[in-house]
């Protein structure tokens, strides 16, 4: 695959990655990827897709917990979350988790009539309370992990089956009084902002909350007609971590963006670019340490959960600049 962009040099990949694989899991796996990461009660939480099958033959998936008290290590549950089919959360995949005024909050797809995004909340990740289902076609939901104007807030990015050619799937916002009832829906970043990106963008991880603004880590996408990558046979996208700044009290606005990708997936790095899907990178969880620190998670190449590192002071700085190209309304 021809590489015109580099991972960003303030990016510090973790050198024990793949941090969450299937062979770290004691129950039937394949692939352990798309996961959200926390911090919640003193240690850290991650739950992941796992997709499990034999011979790179994917026959299913559920929801998996791992829990970690310094973010490298991780021990998995000794059972899958949802595999129960009278679960709350049966069919759930790729999760995300905020903590909003101390409770949890999971956005997560499910595709039982078309793709929907979800909304649930859990106090102890035993009992869950599934508060929202969209209609079709969204996902790629995250939570901000404060109210903002009184609202709960959160980003996504519309999964429309019905698009015409050259229509692009962007980033947008969407309010709630209380995890119910959403509306208020708005573009935050459309795919012709982002310079590296000609398919699709979208959220990644929650935003973390700075006296700057709220740094988010998105997801971008750009296609290779001319290619075919992974076990999946007909993979032809490559998945960057971008980054952008949207304004504190207007979320909807985004006031800076990196224009280029900031984490990209490395022909060298066998865990980012060889797998079901090559050449993915995929951020789902963001943790703002108390030195500064900031971690990204991320799947990688759609099989395994890899982890990279940056100083809070250089994201910021890398972030700082508006978008060249102003958002169409």
């Not at 960057?240 to 207007?250: I, R, S, V, Y």
């Not at 606005?253 to 224009?259: A, D, F, M, S, Y």
């Given at each position: 695959?021809?590489?015109?962009?580099k991972t960003?040099?303030?990016?510090?990949?973790?050198p024990g990655?793949?941090?969450l694989?299937?062979?770290?899991?004691?129950?039937?796996s394949?692939?352990?990827?798309n996961?959200?990461v926390?911090?919640?009660?003193?240690?850290?939480?991650?739950m992941?897709r796992?997709?499990?099958?034999?011979?790179?033959k994917?026959?299913?998936?559920n929801?998996?917990?791992?829990?970690?008290?310094?973010g490298?290590?991780w021990?998995?549950?000794?059972?899958p979350?949802?595999?129960?089919p009278?679960?709350?959360l049966?069919?759930a995949?790729?999760?995300r988790?905020?903590?909003?005024?101390?409770?949890v909050y999971?956005?997560f797809?499910?595709?039982?009539?078309?793709?929907?995004?979800?909304?649930?909340v859990?106090d102890d990740f035993?009992?869950w309370?599934?508060?929202?289902?969209?209609v079709?076609?969204?996902r790629?939901m995250?939570i901000?992990p404060?109210?903002?104007?009184?609202?709960?807030?959160?980003?996504?990015?519309?999964f429309?089956?019905?698009?015409?050619?050259?229509?692009r799937f962007?980033?947008?916002?969407?309010?709630?009084?209380d995890?119910?009832?959403?509306g208020e829906?708005?573009?935050?970043?459309?795919?012709?902002?982002?310079?590296w990106?000609n398919n699709?963008?979208?959220?990644?991880?929650?935003?973390v909350k700075?006296?700057?603004?709220?740094?988010t880590?998105?997801h971008?996408?750009?296609?290779d007609s001319?290619?075919?990558?992974g076990?999946?046979?007909?993979?032809?996208?490559?998945?960057?971590?971008?980054?952008?700044?949207?304004d504190?009290e207007?979320p909807?606005?985004?006031?800076?963006l990196?224009?280029?990708?900031?984490?990209?997936p490395?022909?060298?790095?066998e865990?980012?670019a060889?797998g079901?899907?090559d050449?993915?990178i995929?951020?789902?969880?963001l943790?703002?340490?108390?030195n500064?620190?900031?971690r990204i998670?991320?799947?990688?190449?759609?099989?395994?959960?890899?982890?990279?590192?940056?100083?809070?002071?250089?994201?910021l700085r890398?972030?700082?600049?508006?978008?060249?190209?102003?958002l169409?309304?």
């Amino acid at each position: 695959m021809k590489i015109k962009w580099k991972t960003h040099p303030c990016i510090k990949r973790y050198p024990g990655n793949p941090v969450l694989s299937a062979k770290d899991l004691p129950y039937r796996s394949l692939l352990v990827f798309n996961a959200g990461v926390i911090k919640y009660q003193g240690r850290y939480v991650m739950m992941f897709r796992n997709d499990y099958g034999q011979d790179k033959k994917i026959t299913g998936r559920n929801l998996g917990l791992a829990f970690s008290k310094d973010g490298y290590t991780w021990q998995a549950e000794k059972n899958p979350l949802n595999e129960d089919p009278d679960h709350p959360l049966a069919r759930a995949y790729d999760p995300r988790m905020t903590v909003v005024e101390g409770r949890v909050y999971l956005t997560f797809a499910i595709s039982n009539h078309g793709t929907c995004g979800g909304v649930a909340v859990t106090d102890d990740f035993e009992k869950w309370e599934v508060l929202n289902v969209s209609v079709p076609d969204n996902r790629n939901m995250v939570i901000f992990p404060e109210r903002i104007g009184g609202k709960i807030v959160r980003l996504e990015r519309p999964f429309a089956g019905y698009l015409r050619p050259g229509d692009r799937f962007d980033m947008w916002l969407s309010t709630s009084p209380d995890g119910k009832f959403w509306g208020e829906s708005k573009v935050v970043l459309a795919t012709y902002q982002v310079p590296w990106v000609n398919n699709k963008i979208g959220p990644g991880a929650p935003p973390v909350k700075t006296e700057k603004g709220w740094l988010t880590v998105f997801h971008g996408v750009d296609i290779d007609s001319t290619r075919r990558w992974g076990w999946e046979g007909n993979w032809n996208k490559r998945y960057c971590a971008g980054l952008a700044l949207l304004d504190l009290e207007q979320p909807w606005k985004v006031i800076g963006l990196l224009p280029e990708p900031l984490l990209v997936p490395e022909p060298e790095i066998e865990y980012e670019a060889r797998g079901y899907r090559d050449f993915v990178i995929f951020p789902g969880g963001l943790i703002l340490e108390d030195n500064g620190m900031v971690r990204i998670y991320y799947g990688a190449a759609d099989t395994v959960e890899a982890l990279a590192e940056a100083s809070l002071e250089d994201l910021l700085r890398l972030a700082e600049k508006p978008p060249e190209i102003p958002l169409k309304t």
